[in-house]
């Protein structure tokens, strides 16, 4: 009975010593999450990139075949949805 006891007592501090390493992983993990959080933060000096300009044309003639692109995928998946 006593070494039953010995079994079932070792046991238990063999899983609280893995519930006390499980928390300070969580506790390491949320550290460096709050760390990534605090660096998004933190004033960055401005990109050295120019800024793209395009003409009026050029923008209106992306978002035309964009909208083509759209409708001819759309077009596509009903097609492919009828066959099969």
């Avoid at 079932?8 to 899983?15: K, P, S």
């Avoid at 000096?45 to 759309?74: D, H, N, Y």
């Amino acid at each position: 009975m006593l070494v039953g006891h010995w079994l079932a007592c070792g046991r238990a501090e063999e899983r609280a010593d893995e519930l006390i390493r499980k928390r300070q992983e969580k506790k390491s993990l949320r550290k460096m999450l709050q760390g990534l959080m605090v660096y998004g933060l933190v004033d960055r000096p401005k990109s050295q990139m120019s800024v793209l300009e395009m003409t009026k044309w050029t923008g209106i003639l992306l978002v035309i075949l964009s909208w083509i692109a759209v409708l001819t995928s759309t077009g596509r998946w009903f097609v492919v949805s009828i066959i099969t």
